[in-house]
């Protein structure tokens, strides 16, 4: 009976000691309790509002070798052929010659303030230094039509060219005239759709494009070997799982079909589309204004140009993919021009694939697998320049323009036959479902 006493009372004691621990602790039980409702109802309850991502490290791919890399800059020496020596500097890895000693005088004709945004203020309220990252710094920038007499070199702006009586009466037959495009050939002129390019026969001495043979260079972006390479296994991207690919567009259209090639390749695979041609325009406007951060959450972004035409590489794949660490898949110039200009191993082409269906395929297969890491073993070695001026990104075109009147051979040329540099026929090819 003792023991049996003795027993009961211990018992009673550890419940009276129990319900003191817990009195003393309610907040703290209350609290943990809510805590792991509010998780259980959103993981288990609502799962669409929880993102689904995953963190992945680039160690498990081993970066390129010297002989990678030698391989593909010797195909880029034989496949960019014709360059001015500041194409050289640009592609080449040639080194910048010596400045000359005298001032430049640059004029951008007639419609240099409609440019203004995007190369001096890149989209802000500020105004820059044009000259600020550029080697050379011995050039003036006019924007006025009376400095036509001075000026040594003056640029035209096809674009807004509304026809040949748009331009000035030659004063001195050593100024160099060049002409400015920034869009494929079947996008040269906008004001008029009368204008050709046989009526500027004999007036221009330079050509300024994104082409690389341009005498004055202008791509959206380049690609350049690190003077220190760095050690991927520091890098961890984090990406979305449940959808793998992303486009951006405002521009519906496209010379190439692009977008009925989205079409045919959402039957097989979910993509995401943001800007004015989607169903996301809130999220991203789609305008070189403002930047999308929501593409920077997926694996593969869709590089689509809206015409296929020979080194017409925009910002949609510089700025929307590179810059995003996400991997291209590229539409719009030749499979060559993407190999020399591209940093090797890091893209996938349309082109190579029979159809959209087979590019979904390919890029499910990549994601079970896991196989997609070997896109960035470029990385390591290699390094994207954005150079377009758009979503804040520098601009060099009037650097560029300063550099070639410095290092460019002055001999007199004339484009006598602009066609047979820059038209539909010579640097285009048909779309995908043509």
Excluded at 31 to 58: D, G, H, R, W
Excluded at 202 to 215: A, E, K, V
Excluded at 252 to 266: F, I, M, T
Excluded at 371 to 399: A, T
Aim: aromatic content about 14%; charged content about 20%.
């Amino acid at each position: 009976m003792v023991s049996l006493h003795r027993i009961l009372t211990k018992n009673t004691e550890n419940v009276i000691m129990g319900q003191n621990i817990i009195q003393k602790n309610r907040f703290f039980l209350t609290l943990v309790a809510c805590v792991l409702t509010t998780i259980y109802f959103f993981v288990y309850k609502n799962p669409e509002q929880i993102e689904s991502k995953s963190n992945f490290y680039l160690s498990a791919y081993p970066s390129l070798s010297r002989k990678e890399i030698d391989v593909w800059m010797t195909n880029r020496q034989l496949l960019l052929t014709n360059l001015s020596k500041l194409g050289e500097v640009l592609f080449l890895n040639v080194s910048e010659p010596e400045a000359i000693d005298k001032r430049y005088e640059i004029l951008i004709w007639k419609y240099g303030y409609t440019i203004e945004n995007r190369h001096l203020k890149q989209y802000s309220h500020k105004r820059i230094d044009p000259f600020e990252y550029c080697p050379v710094k011995n050039c003036d920038l006019r924007f006025s039509d009376k400095s036509i007499s001075t000026a040594d070199i003056v640029i035209f702006h096809l674009h807004r060219i509304k026809g040949v009586d748009d331009l000035p009466k030659r004063q001195d037959s050593k100024q160099i005239w060049a002409f400015l495009t920034d869009e494929s050939p079947y996008n040269t002129f906008l004001q008029s759709k009368n204008n050709t390019l046989k009526n500027y026969n004999g007036l221009f001495n330079w050509s300024m494009t994104y082409r690389s043979d341009s005498d004055i260079p202008v791509p959206y972006g380049r690609t350049v070997l690190k003077k220190w390479p760095i050690k991927r296994q520091n890098q961890i991207y984090e990406k979305k799982l449940d959808v793998l690919v992303a486009i951006l567009g405002s521009n519906c259209g496209g010379q190439n079909h692009r977008w009925d090639y989205v079409k045919q390749l959402q039957k097989f695979i979910q993509v995401d589309v943001y800007g004015g041609c989607g169903p996301f325009k809130k999220s991203c406007p789609g305008h070189f204004k403002s930047d999308c951060p929501a593409i920077e959450n997926y694996i593969f972004y869709l590089s689509f140009e809206n015409s296929n035409c020979n080194e017409y590489i925009t910002e949609k794949l510089w700025w929307n993919a590179y810059a995003k660490n996400s991997i291209p898949i590229v539409m719009g110039s030749s499979q060559t021009t993407y190999k020399a200009l591209l940093p090797p191993g890091s893209y996938i082409n349309t082109e190579d694939y029979a159809n959209p269906n087979a590019l979904a395929y390919h890029i499910l297969s990549l994601n079970k697998s896991g196989e997609y890491r070997k896109y960035y073993r470029w990385q390591e070695k290699f390094q994207v320049l954005n150079e377009h001026g758009y979503f804040g990104s520098k601009s060099y075109h009037y650097c560029r323009i300063c550099q070639a009147v410095n290092y460019n051979n002055k001999d007199h040329k004339v484009y006598n036959d602009l066609e047979s540099y820059w038209s539909v026929k010579r640097d285009c090819h048909s779309s995908w479902d043509a």
